[in-house]
């Protein structure tokens, strides 16, 4: 097989749409945001670092991006800092945010100031202690385990976190979501523990916990937790999926928990019975008891009634005629032990329905925004859209492997700056068989829709028997969309209009809710549709970003896991238009990609995929303009940090003990004593600018999950960039970090050790609270 084919006609379907028909529903007209002052960013304080060395003591800090005053060849014109130890000032940096004190102790206190006297007001001259492990471990107050319906024990481990400013002080806190040690995909069978989402200050005070209950199922793709400042009051909120159940506990000075308060369930849930003693997980016996129902009522589903689907079961599943419908309890118990002891397991050995539990299928769905410092619920919404069904019309029953619960509970969030000023919440459900997002403005008070995309259902004739995969939803507007979404979604204009739109995979939508384009492409002459024309399908990592400086624009590069039936397993795209500039057909599933500066010898970013094991020899190195490097020496491709001090891209492996690892030196840092998230994934807790200059921190849970160990980069660099976190793109990528399979953030221009500094743009923006 050739590593790869030029894309000749990417063949991109690229059409803007308007608002017409069901497919979107707008609520609230975009632009015109609250501020005309640029983008609504974070007024951070200065970020200083101490970490003991074996040289001294190493210091780095934020440059503030209203503090870049021009972007030169060289670097970004900004004021000079003066750093203090214990008082006294012992430097005067001109050409970095880093200073190594050789001569400082462990026992040192630090400050940074900014310009001359009197300059750097309010935040910025915050003093520092110094790490003296070379890390800094933030404490945590693990969850006590629990025992499942099914008598199963389960502990917790941290899992993904987020960070914002919750207090308004200037300085982030950390959001950390804890996993059940018997979570589960959303095609596994079984109880989960109950998902909950602590926030913790940088010395460790719990200020609250948020229960999301027994209605909300545990695992990467069930619960996605924004982290932002959405009304721009200058502090932030907390926005996720919550139910009946869901509930805040605060926490008091003596570290006591001094408060609980569940959300409020809707009037007309709870004039319908709902509350918050509610339990809508699924046994055996329940789900058996389900499926009677939903048989006997199947004269009266919308599709067969259409005449869409078969008129009886017995026609759905190929045997003869012998029931009357409308179908009797007993008629329809017969029906459903056939389906589930002859039917179910006659289409895969792996379908084994009697022992279905654990899901959430019915009760009501809730979309809650959340006071980030007291926890306090500050409105809550129907989640849009509802699942509908548990997963038949998602096609969760159709193919060899029935899956119900599974299509229909895929979700996924983000934030982005939709109107160019303020931030959107923006939340998705399903991305194969119908794909749906929904954005959010929220004004300090209610939650306020602005627009939905649905792509609606992908039609099948027979609900348990169909391939509705790559098949185009029931929406005349938006109906490509479906089997195009990821597991992740990034924010990021992708027109050059100022506002950011959605990249959903292999199709964006517009910051007005309109569908920019939807990627198609021909099949490869080798693959199981050669010539015809085929979408770029749904993928396992996106990445998004300025990667290839020699043109206009952004580029987005992905992985793709069609297998045979997709024209690439691996592609560059224009984001501007999803036109593929460069890929390759692999015939299989192309589970990971990974982009970055790993060779600064090279123009560009480079990229790369993985392959399944046994494959890895078809794996390759790519520059940004599609020049096929080599095959040998393809670095990992879980997660990516900004780590080293020339601008390249270093790469964190492993599960245990992980390793920060550079192409070129080989292992620069190994976390001993910590792991990754995810099983297979490896992800860490988070990789983000959290502090000091503008290079990434890697956050680790330790292995007993007792605290969250920090690791920052040491090494002086004499780069002088503004925070990551005042690069608009950037900033909301670390928002969408948690979401699903984690993707790094990537600014929105071109950073590797190459830049040109004087076409780093300076950030156009206002920060709510700054004097």
């Known amino acids: 097989m050739r590593p790869a084919l030029r894309a000749v006609a990417a063949g991109a379907c690229a059409v803007a749409l308007v608002f017409a028909g069901a497919g979107a529903v707008q609520a609230d007209p975009p632009g015109g945001g609250r501020h005309s002052g640029g983008v609504q960013l974070e007024n951070l304080d200065r970020g200083l670092v101490a970490v003991s060395t074996g040289d001294g003591v190493f210091l780095s800090w934020r440059l503030l991006g209203h503090e870049a005053k021009a972007s030169t060849p060289r670097d970004l014109k900004s004021p000079a800092f003066r750093v203090y130890r214990d008082g006294r000032r012992i430097a005067t940096v001109t050409d970095s945010t880093g200073y190594l004190d050789r001569a400082g102790t462990p026992d040192a206190d630090y400050r940074v100031v900014a310009g001359g006297r009197g300059h750097d007001r309010g935040r910025g001259g915050a003093s520092a202690a110094v790490w003296p492990e070379g890390h800094y471990d933030l404490p945590l107050r693990k969850p006590e385990g629990g025992t499942t319906p099914a008598g199963e024990d389960y502990t917790y481990t941290a899992n993904d976190m987020s960070v914002g400013d919750v207090t308004g002080d200037g300085s982030y806190e950390y959001i950390v979501q804890w996993d059940p040690t018997n979570s589960k995909d959303v095609s596994q069978v079984g109880y989960t523990g109950n998902t909950y989402i602590d926030t913790y200050t940088r010395d460790g005070t719990l200020l609250h916990r948020i229960d999301l209950g027994v209605n909300i199922r545990a695992g990467a793709h069930y619960t996605q937790f924004l982290v932002y400042d959405l009304d721009g009051d200058g502090r932030s909120e907390l926005m996720f999926k919550t139910a009946p159940g869901t509930k805040t506990i605060g926490y008091g000075p003596d570290g006591e928990a001094a408060s609980e308060e569940y959300i409020t369930i809707p009037r007309e849930d709870a004039e319908a019975g709902h509350s918050h003693s509610d339990d809508h997980r699924m046994s055996a016996e329940d789900y058996y008891d389900h499926v ?41 118990e017969e029906l459903a032990d056939y389906f589930m002891d002859t039917y179910a397991p006659g289409r895969s050995e792996r379908n084994r329905l009697r022992e279905f539990e654990g899901f959430v299928l019915t009760g009501p769905e809730y979309l809650t925004v959340f006071d980030g410092e007291s926890g306090a619920e500050l ?90 995969h790559g098949v185009e939803g029931t929406d005349p ?123 600064p010898s090279t123009p560009g970013l480079e990229a790369w995929s993985s392959m399944p094991p046994g494959q890895e020899a078809d794996a390759g190195l790519w520059s940004a303009g599609g020049e096929f490097l080599g095959r040998h020496g393809v670095p990992g491709t879980n997660m990516s940090i900004r780590w080293a001090a020339d601008g390249t891209t270093q790469i964190v492996n492993g599960n245990q003990d992980p390793t920060v690892d550079d192409h070129r030196d080989g292992t620069l840092l190994t976390a001993e004593g910590t792991r990754t998230n995810n099983g297979t994934k490896g992800n860490p807790s988070l990789v983000a600018d959290v502090f000091g200059d503008w290079r990434e921190e890697l956050l680790l849970r330790t292995e007993d999950s007792e605290a969250i160990r920090i690791h920052t980069p040491t090494g002086q660099t004499d780069r002088k960039l503004y925070t990551l976190m005042h690069d608009p793109q950037y900033r909301v990528g670390v928002a969408g970090q948690q979401t699903a399979y984690n993707q790094p953030a990537h600014p929105g221009f071109y950073l590797a050790a190459d830049t040109d500094w004087s076409q780093v743009p300076l950030p156009r923006a206002h920060y709510p609270g700054r004097r």
């Open 292 to 332: 009677v129902a939903m048989f006997r009522d199947w004269h009266e589903h919308p599709e067969v009634e259409e005449g869409n689907w078969p008129a009886t079961l017995e026609e759905a599943f190929g045997i003869e005629p012998a029931y009357d419908y409308p179908l009797s309890r007993a008629d329809a």
């Open 379 to 468: 409105d809550t919404v129907d989640y849009e859209p509802p699942r509908g069904d548990d997963g038949l019309m998602w096609g969760d029953y159709a193919m060899s492997r029935i899956e119900p619960g599974n299509r229909v509970d895929r979700f996924l969030s983000g934030v982005a700056y939709l109107d160019g000023s303020t931030p959107s919440a923006v939340f998705a459900r399903g991305y194969y068989t119908r794909a749906t997002l929904a954005a959010y403005r929220f004004d300090g008070e209610e939650l306020r829709k602005q627009w939905l995309v649905d792509s609606g259902h992908a039609p099948m004739s027979n609900p348990f028997d169909d391939s509705p």
């Open 477 to 599: 507007e938006y109906g490509t969309l479906t089997t195009q979404g990821n597991h992740q979604m990034s924010s990021a204009d992708v027109d050059g209009d100022g506002r950011q739109e959605i990249v959903y995979g292999s199709a964006t939508v517009d910051d007005d809710g309109s569908l920019l384009y939807s990627s198609y492409a021909t099949g490869h002459p080798d693959s199981a549709v050669p010539g015809e024309r085929v979408k770029l399908g749904h993928g396992d990592a996106l990445h998004v970003g300025d990667f290839d400086p020699a043109r206009d624009g952004l580029e987005i590069w992905g992985v793709h896991e069609g297998g045979a039936y997709a024209p690439y397993g691996f592609a560059m795209r224009d984001a501007a238009n999803g036109e593929v500039l460069f890929g390759g057909y692999t015939g299989v599933d192309t589970g990971r990609g990974m982009v970055g500066d790993i060779d």
